[in-house]
């Protein structure tokens, strides 16, 4: 079955810095990845999504998402973080076939001003 | 936005009593799910439906019991709420192999 890892709990970064956040998969071939973006009350926002080709993937909001099969990650980027981006952000993982998405734990990003 | 719709959003109930939710789609969406969101689990897949009448389980299904009689509408029944249901649940939308679209919510106290 696969799995999802995201590392970091809390991330805190000033407004203006630069972000990553990172997440590890667990499968057994190229999988789909997302990143999902939650804003406190709110539903799930999707980011960006990975199927194929490109192994950068630029997304909504400035985000870009880097496969990287070597190390199985699928790590988010930022190169300038607004206070508005202060979200929990999950990554998830999907099978080739079938619909069924995995989600990891979740990073909450706080954005100092 | 997708048009996903969770009924209802708010819900304060007591131990034993069922309960329904209701996620309602306007997308003509083959796929539907349902997900509780705990702190510290992420998502959480409980059941989903790849067409009318066909459901399956997911990673949590213990306790909970959905159907789909309509494309649009799928139930999610709590036979007899504990607190350990306490949650935030969400409905999820998908079009085959395409991306999962989420509804806003609903979050349940189980007293």
């Known amino acids: 079955a696969q799995s999802v890892t995201q590392p970091d709990i809390h991330i805190t970064v000033s407004e203006g810095a630069s972000l990553e956040l990172r997440c590890n998969y667990s499968?057994?071939?190229?999988?789909?990845l997302f990143w999902y973006v939650q804003s406190p009350g709110q539903g799930l926002q999707l980011l960006l999504k990975?199927?194929?080709?490109?192994?950068l993937v630029q997304g909504i909001k400035g985000f870009e998402a880097e496969f990287k099969r070597s190390q199985s990650s699928f790590n988010l980027r930022k190169p300038s973080v607004h206070w508005s981006d202060a979200a929990e952000y999950f990554c998830a993982v999907r099978k080739t076939s079938g619909s069924r998405l995995t989600f990891g734990e979740g990073t909450q990003l706080t954005v100092n001003p | 936005d997708a048009g996903i719709t969770q009924s209802p959003r708010h819900k304060v109930t007591e131990t034993g009593t069922p309960v329904t939710l209701r996620c309602h789609q306007t997308?003509?969406?083959?796929?539907m799910y349902w997900y509780r969101q705990d702190p510290g689990h992420g998502l959480r897949l409980i059941h989903y439906s790849y067409g009318v009448k066909d459901t399956d389980k997911g990673e949590v299904s213990d306790g909970y019991s959905v159907s789909r009689s309509k494309t649009e509408d799928f139930l999610l029944t709590l036979e007899s709420a504990t607190s350990s249901q306490t949650s935030v649940y969400f409905c999820a939308i998908s079009e085959s192999s395409d991306t999962q679209y989420f509804g806003p919510g609903t979050r349940l106290t189980v007293l």
């Open positions: 997308e003509n969406h083959r796929y």
């Open positions: 990975y199927f194929s080709g490109d192994t």
């Open positions: 499968y057994g071939a190229t999988p789909y």
